[in-house]
């Protein structure tokens, strides 16, 4: 069975630092990996999807990678603004779940970047 | 193009009382998804249908039922609710294998 873990599950860097989200997962034989943002009270907004083909993916100040075969994703983040203070949560898709329509979420890191 | 959208946002039930939660996507996606978040549980997948006239079970469809009604829409009811059912609601829909979009959620409260 598929197990999705981010560590840690709490991150707080001040303004400007760079940094980077883990995600990890059990089972390397997954079609791609999806990063999301969670703002409190609100739905998951879709970041990035890596194929698992795919070693890399960006967007703006967002990095994705992709090591399929130590089943690790990290989430690059240029820059942090107080703006990217949220939960960030990495998804899997792949056919130990059954069905390769279903996700497998880790429980997401919450992301505070203070000014 | 609004993307998933879900009625109503917010709803108080008596337990035993029924509803049905709406969801809707205007993105011509063959797959939709219903999930609850708890805190301290994450995200938790109830049912899905991967194509117009087919669900199936999620990790958790005990006291819940689900109706693709056309590619569109896919609802979720409660017969009888539960306190244990107090969790906010999420719809989400992808095209085959693609990128997951979510909507705005739905704010349960079982008294």
């Known amino acids: 069975k598929q197990e999705v873990t981010q560590i840690p599950a709490a991150l707080s860097v001040p303004e400007g630092e760079n940094l980077v989200l883990n995600c990890s997962f059990t089972d390397s034989a997954i079609y791609n990996l999806q990063w999301f943002r969670q703002d409190p009270g609100k739905g998951l907004t879709s970041l990035l999807l890596?194929?698992?083909?795919?070693r890399e993916q960006t967007s703006g100040r967002l990095n994705a990678s992709l090591d399929k075969s130590s089943g690790r994703s990290t989430l690059y983040i240029a820059a942090s603004q107080p703006g990217d203070s949220a939960t960030y949560l990495c998804a899997v898709r792949g056919p130990s779940q059954g069905g390769s329509e279903k996700l497998v979420f880790g429980k997401g890191t919450k992301l505070t970047v203070n000014p | 193009n609004a993307g998933v959208t879900q009625t109503p946002k917010f709803q108080v039930l008596k337990t035993g009382q029924s509803m049905t939660l709406q969801c809707a996507q205007d993105m011509n996606h063959n797959s939709m998804y219903w999930y609850r978040q708890d805190p301290g549980m994450g995200l938790r997948l109830i049912y899905y249908s991967a194509s117009e006239g087919t669900t199936d079970k999620g990790e958790v469809p005990n006291g819940y039922n689900v109706s693709r009604l056309n590619k569109r829409e896919f609802s979720l009811r409660l017969e009888s609710a539960a306190p244990s059912q107090t969790s906010v609601y999420f719809c989400?829909?992808?095209?085959?294998?693609?990128?997951?979009?979510f909507g705005p959620g739905t704010r349960l409260t079982v008294l």
């Open positions: 890596i194929q698992s083909s795919q």
């Open positions: 989400a829909s992808n095209l085959r294998g693609g990128e997951q979009f």
